[in-house]
């Protein structure tokens, strides 16, 4: 990821001079840049959610359809976070940051306890996968720091991920 912002810095820094440079590291550009990586995130999160289920244990009951509709509530959430700030830089004649502050506390409370909840699901998932058993407590919060831990926790959780399925 951190590779993507490179390249487009040097885009930025190519197409319009140091003033590039300066709108890249403009507050709107980083929330809009960190929002796509986030959306990235869930998307990942859904793909696990999608195939690992093919490879848990018969005894083991995690609530994979929830889980996959879920996954579709914070990209949702964080994609009409992105429409209102266009909007409000389209129409700046309108009122947004009074008119819209309720509605989106009320939504990231909502994608806040979906995003935890997801996360700890996907965490049981790969630990079950893992120990082709119900997993223990510890190896559930050790998946749940990883997942957590962005971009770390990608680079620990991938290759293992991709070990169940060459098994």
Not at 53 to 59: A, S
Not at 68 to 92: C, D, G, H, M, T
Not at 113 to 126: E, G, H, K, M, P
Request: glycine share 4%; proline share 5%.
């Amino acid at each position: 990821m951190f590779a993507i912002f490179l390249i487009l810095a040097a885009i930025m820094m190519l197409q319009y001079g140091m003033s590039g440079l300066f709108f890249l590291f403009s507050g709107t550009f980083l929330l809009k840049f960190y929002i796509v990586l986030i959306i990235f995130y869930f998307i990942w999160l859904f793909a696990i959610a999608k195939e690992l289920p093919f490879l848990l244990p018969d005894d083991v009951k995690i609530p994979v359809q929830f889980l996959k509709y879920s996954l579709w509530i914070p990209i949702v959430i964080l994609s009409l976070f992105l429409l209102v700030e266009f909007l409000a830089n389209v129409f700046p004649s309108l009122d947004w940051e009074n008119t819209m502050i309720y509605v989106f506390a009320i939504l990231y409370g909502i994608y806040m306890i979906v995003t935890l909840i997801d996360v700890l699901l996907i965490a049981r998932l790969v630990g079950a996968v893992e120990q082709q058993q119900k997993p223990t407590v510890s190896n559930i919060f050790g998946n749940l720091l990883l997942l957590i831990i962005f971009p770390i926790g990608i680079f620990v959780l991938q290759p293992k991920i991709n070990s169940f399925f060459e098994r």
